[in-house]
């Protein structure tokens, strides 16, 4: 690319209440001259082709068909978004082209396919669009995507709920609408769910024509990246506002296999929301994750402890892990640590910090070390792989 060549700036609008996020989308083509959209509609997805449609303030510019590949229609989206992006920066005489989202589709994956394109595209913004009446609904609802004709591909098996809160989780810009489809508007403790649980985002109301310029004003997919790791995440800070709270759960102690695998399914529904990183004392050398909504929970491993690798291994790691760990690092354990954050309207703190605090190891168990500790139960042999 010349110096002082142009580039398209490209924005992602994500969000699964349509409605508003089209609202969104035609707040920023209406106030930002030179901007136009590119949508792609999955729900439309024949058996060979995703409809594809390319509009601005006036209306349709151009429309077509992206071929499915390996009848998924979310691959047909990453297939066809990046050249339909070239093709609009090559043509010209756009300023902004907007990538709005189909329903169930993570802004997170498509931020990093259009950021690894490069010159002519610079992606220079991310939003999620929030009704704040649905926080509850959506982040209640465990039903399968499949279920309610929002799955991406043949092989997806996400829920309404975890789909919904990465969508919340990752842009660094909320927009936010009154134009509700509940029974009843959005009241203090939506709003108040919708600030524990984006935590470092701007909320920006829709209406007002400050979506447009705030998403072009940049953003950085490492860092974003970054935040949602489980060993350095973004996560909510300790709150309790207008009947909505949000837990933050710190212990040294590794948790008891056995008793924490038989807790899952209380913690998993204590609250709307829970995310965090833990260490069990059979498994000490692997960082696992926790990512529960709508009763729905993910355990997974997210690799080794800093702890746990060779001095010589951490010159490999990003730094903001490291100084994320060196702010509680431990004489003995390192960067193995308990932390989880629940947030939900009428937690049961109480409670709840009882039911964690009974799943660590009691102090007979504690003191007879990593060596006995391997004689404890494999309880997580069915979520994680088989400890040899």
């Not at 580039?7 to 920023?28: K, S």
């Not at 509609?41 to 024949?46: I, K, M, N, Y």
């Not at 209406?207 to 935040?227: H, T």
Request: proline share 7%.
């Amino acid at each position: 690319m010349n110096p002082g060549e142009a580039r398209l700036a490209v924005a992602i609008v994500a969000g699964l209440h349509a409605d508003a996020r089209r609202a969104a989308v035609e707040e920023i083509l209406r106030t930002v001259p030179g901007s136009v959209a590119l949508h792609h509609d999955l729900s439309a997805a024949t058996g060979r082709a995703v409809r594809r449609t390319v509009r601005d303030a006036t209306g349709p510019l151009d429309s077509g068909e992206a071929p499915l590949v390996n009848d998924c229609a979310c691959c047909a989206l990453r297939e066809d978004m990046v050249p339909e992006l070239l093709r609009l920066a090559t043509g010209g005489g756009h300023r902004l082209a907007v990538v709005e989202l189909w329903d169930s589709v993570e802004p997170q994956a498509m931020a990093a396919v259009i950021a690894a394109e490069g010159a002519p595209l610079a992606l220079t913004g991310v939003a999620t669009v929030i009704d704040p009446a649905m926080m509850v609904p959506y982040l209640a609802n465990g039903d399968d995507l499949a279920d309610v004709g929002l799955a991406a591909a043949p092989t997806d098996r996400r829920t309404v709920a975890d789909t919904f809160a990465r969508q919340l989780e990752y842009p660094t810009l909320i927009a936010v609408t009154d134009d509700t489809t509940c029974d009843e508007p959005a009241d203090d403790g939506d709003l108040a769910l919708l600030t524990q649980l984006t935590p470092g985002a701007r909320q920006v109301r829709l209406d007002g024509g400050a979506l447009g310029p705030a998403l072009l004003e940049g953003f950085d997919v490492e860092a974003a990246a970054i935040r949602q790791h489980p060993a350095c995440p973004l996560l909510p800070q300790d709150s309790d506002e207008h009947g909505v709270s949000t837990l933050v759960w710190r212990r040294e102690r590794p948790f008891h296999p056995g008793r924490l695998h038989a807790a899952l399914e209380d913690l998993a529904c204590a609250a709307a929301r829970s995310r965090g990183r833990f260490w069990l004392a059979d498994r000490p050398d692997t960082l696992l994750s926790w990512d529960a909504a709508g009763g729905a929970l993910c355990v997974e491993s997210a690799g080794p402890w800093l702890a746990a690798l060779p001095d010589a291994a951490w010159e490999m790691v990003p730094a903001e892990r490291r100084v994320a760990a060196s702010l509680d690092w431990h004489p003995t354990h390192g960067d193995r640590c308990q932390h989880f954050t629940f947030t939900s309207p009428g937690l049961d703190r109480d409670n709840l910090l009882a039911l964690l605090d009974s799943c660590l190891l009691t102090d007979a168990e504690y003191t007879a070390g990593p060596a006995g500790w391997k004689h404890l139960s494999h309880a997580f042999d069915d979520l994680l792989d088989p400890v040899v």
